[in-house]
Structures are given as C-alpha cells and as structure tokens.
C-alpha cells in the first residue's frame, strides 16, 4: 500500500511540476500580457494545486489532506477571478493585444 502510495504522490509531484514549468515557459514566451496571463492562471493553477494535494497525500493525516484540498478549490475559485479582473484593468490601463489577436471583444463592448 505505500509502494502505491508512493508512485500516486510522485506521478502527481511530476505531472505537477510540468504543469508549473509550463506556466513559467507561457509567461516566458507568450506575445502579450493576456496570454502570458492565461497561462499563469491556467496551468500555474494545476501544477500548484496537484503538488499541494500530492503533499497531502504524503502527510498521511486526514487533517492535513482536508487543508490541502481546502488550498486547492481556493486556487480553483480565485485564480480565474483574478485573472479576469487583472486582464480587465490592463486592457483599461491601455495594454494591446497581440498582432495575431483576430478581435478585441472589450475594446467592442466598451464602445457600446
């Protein structure tokens, strides 16, 4: 059983580490500020949140595990919230989109 446990956690570590070290490249390499921010929110939310479930696990205390989860669906429900809101205050801040933006939907809906 702890074989098993072992290879749950590490799978999660690794698979959350790509995750992370996706996130990093995105922020990197990406064109602009609402993409490298897509990236960041998106896929920094799951490395981090399988690493911190996978230190859960390891912990082996159902009250440690509990916080984990807890620390989790908090990133789950703010990261994107704080994305958009980020995104919205940088398009008003005047930030342009790429050249390889096919359209601006807020710069359309802020006409209106």
Known sequence: ?????????????VSGGIFTFLAAV???R????????HAASKAGT??????????GLQAGDFATL????TGFVFF???APVAAHLVAKAAHQAGYRL???????????HAKK
């Open 1 to 13: 059983m702890q074989v098993l446990l072992a290879l749950v956690v590490s799978a999660m570590l």
């Open 66 to 69: 509990a916080r984990a989860f």
């Open 30 to 37: 990406l064109p602009d500020v609402y993409t490298r921010m």
């Open 46 to 55: 799951i490395g981090s949140g399988l690493m911190l479930i996978a230190a």
């Open 76 to 78: 789950i429900l703010t």
């Open 98 to 108: 790429s050249r390889r933006a096919v359209c601006d939907e807020m710069r359309d």
């Open 26 to 28: 995105g922020v990197v």
